[in-house]
């Protein structure tokens, strides 16, 4: 039997999720890395994503940040959910930003995670930090293989 590497899996993890995420593609993210663990994911700010303020919606930071921690934390195909998160605003997104949030693995025990993400500007400037608490359901892949 030919065994898949980690990157392997977490590469068809990515693969099969991104497939059928209507709302990472509708807000139009896109996957640029996963690996065991972690995942970098990218999305511009438009026009209807624009509060009240001409700056980005503090909910969809959230959920950029939120998409790169679901790719992370499932990259081992165990199906994996988010139990809670938290973000801090630092610093505001304006049209045509392009933001990249980089979602890391800090702890994975039993069934319970922590990862970690930044969220940064095309200027590499921080705008947001993230922690997503994940629950893994034993027993089942995050996507067939």
């Known amino acids: 039997m030919n065994e898949r590497s980690p990157q392997e899996v977490a590469d068809a993890v990515r693969d099969g999720m991104f497939a059928n ?12 890395e996963v690996s065991p663990g972690s995942a970098t994911v990218v999305m511009t700010v438009r026009d209807d994503m624009l509060n009240g303020h001409q700056t980005c919606h503090g909910g969809f930071i959230a959920a950029l940040a939120d998409s790169a921690f679901a790719f992370a934390c499932n990259s081992y195909n165990e199906l994996t959910v988010a139990s809670g998160f938290s973000i801090d605003l ?13 979602c890391t693995e800090v702890s994975k025990a039993g069934r319970t995670g922590v990862y970690d993400a930044d969220i940064f500007n095309q200027r590499d400037e921080r705008l947001a930090v993230f922690r997503g608490r994940s629950y893994t359901i034993k027993g089942k892949s995050a996507v067939a293989t």
């Open 90 to 102: 630092m610093a505001p997104a304006r049209c045509g930003d392009v933001l990249t949030a980089r």
């Open 21 to 32: 995420d209507r709302a990472s593609k509708g807000l139009g993210m896109q996957v640029l």
